[in-house]
């Protein structure tokens, strides 16, 4: 079962899981989505909730719907690098902020992300 973050509604965690996995490559162009009770179970939420996060999906141009296949990934590869930009910047925006909630200055915050690149960068 997965681990949510109470302070964002699951639906839209669900999306960004589902978007980061098309935009990492776990999920490629035209393959098959898992059916909505598959993804109930594997996330453990309620079915509508996949739905609701599934539609969300469909909306914004990341999967389609065919009738009686089922849903699929539908975002081109050359959208990627530019979705995965948008995505990176407003998840940078949200910890920055919060990180100012409370209490860091950005000095702080520039040397603490540089310290974790530097630890990131030794273990490969």
Not at 1 to 27: D, R, V, W
Not at 88 to 115: C, R, V
Request: glycine content about 4%.
């Amino acid at each position: 079962m997965y681990s949510f973050n109470s302070n964002e509604p699951i639906y839209l965690q669900l999306i960004n899981i589902i978007k980061a996995q098309i935009i990492n490559g776990t999920l490629k162009e035209n393959d098959k989505v898992k059916s909505v009770r598959e993804l109930a179970v594997e996330y453990g939420v309620n079915p509508n909730t996949i739905q609701k996060s599934l539609s969300e999906l469909e909306r914004q141009g990341f999967i389609h719907t065919e009738r009686t296949t089922g849903r699929f990934v539908a975002l081109p590869k050359d959208k990627m690098t530019e979705i995965k930009w948008e995505l990176a910047e407003h998840k940078t925006s949200e910890y920055l902020n919060w990180m100012k909630d409370i209490g860091f200055k950005p000095a702080e915050i520039q040397t603490l992300i540089e310290k974790a690149c530097n630890k990131e960068g030794k273990r490969k």
